[in-house]
């Protein structure tokens, strides 16, 4: 006795279109759910005080900033409320303050120089490498980018000394010299290190957000002959800008902030703001408002990257999240 199986019933475009409505109703339904979780009153109550209790601090710096020493040394930063007093004596002597070579204000302005380009490179390899993981098939890809994954693991400072040896050294590509030896290294010393440092994550962080553009966007362009090159500023880079802006964010804050990096491979009458701080406050730890005011120098800045950027970055955290 022979027994037939039937054959699967083909489902029909009308079915398709269901399932797909279904599909991004139960998208909706969840982002939706996520949003009123995120905006409830209990939510809202634990940003404030979040916020209230980051904020608190960074008011007391920058009150203390303009206050007279004899003032600071008395009562607490609160009590400018009842008894007034401001002067702008602490931020011009804090600028004027420094070591033999360099000063803070010279040292605010090597932040930038340093910052700058520190942010910029990194980002346009990173960019580059993640769409060729991402859209270019080529031998070995898949285990070269699980190479830059591990790289993540690895501590910065077991890279300090071999990196260190090989700038004293001097770095040749070719006939092409770099620079010749610790002396000549200058700003590039400290470019090279912090891009070197931040590849690995910025190649994973940026793979992941363009491997999710629609493969028939890509493919559309390809059938219209358009190369990689094309490709990637016409299409990748517009719709990658977000996480390239919070990435850029991310690598700004690091990179200013930073002191080990500086520390080792910056020196002299190019070290950033970070170092002349130590110094300060190992020499002149008791003066309270000039250290006050060199402190709010230094977040300034991030400050306002933070703030003019701050929408792409929201956008940046949130792409991904959802599909549809």
Do not use: C
């Amino acid at each position: 006795m022979s027994t037939t199986i039937p054959a699967q019933l083909p489902v029909d475009k009308t079915t398709e279109r269901q399932l797909a409505r279904g599909e991004r109703a139960i998208e909706r339904s969840l982002t939706k759910g996520t949003k009123n979780r995120l905006t409830s009153r209990g939510a809202t109550i634990a940003a404030l005080v979040i916020a209230i209790l980051w904020t608190t601090p960074t008011l007391g710096l920058f009150v203390t900033s303009f206050r007279l020493p004899e003032e600071i040394s008395r009562n607490g930063w609160w009590t400018i409320f009842a008894n007034p007093g401001f002067t702008f004596s602490n931020y011009t002597e804090v600028l004027a303050s420094g070591n033999s070579q360099l000063t803070l204000g010279g040292a605010f302005l090597n932040s930038i120089a340093i910052t700058l380009p520190a942010t910029l490179f990194p980002l346009v390899i990173a960019s580059l490498a993640a769409y060729a993981f991402a859209w270019i098939d080529f031998k070995g890809r898949n285990w070269l980018f699980i190479g830059v994954f591990a790289l993540q693991i690895v501590p910065l400072q077991m890279a300090l000394v071999p990196l260190l040896s090989l700038f004293s050294r001097g770095l040749k590509i070719g006939s092409l010299t770099l620079f010749d030896g610790m002396d000549a290294g200058g700003y590039s010393q400290v470019w090279i290190a912090h891009t070197i440092f931040a590849l690995p994550l910025a190649i994973f962080l940026l793979h992941n957000f363009v491997s999710e553009i629609p493969g028939e966007l890509i493919e559309a362009a390809r059938v219209d002959g358009a190369g990689h090159g094309q490709i990637f500023f016409r299409i990748v880079l517009p719709l990658t800008m977000p996480a390239i802006a919070s990435f850029a964010i991310f690598q700004f804050l690091w990179v200013w902030n930073d002191l080990l990096v500086a520390l080792v491979f910056a020196d002299g009458d190019v070290a950033p703001m970070t170092k002349l701080l130590a110094e300060i406050s190992g020499s002149r730890g008791q003066d309270w408002n000039l250290l006050t005011a060199g402190a709010f120098i230094s977040i300034l800045v991030p400050l306002i990257v933070f703030f003019s950027l701050q929408r792409f970055f929201v956008r940046g955290l949130l792409a991904g999240s959802t599909k549809g």
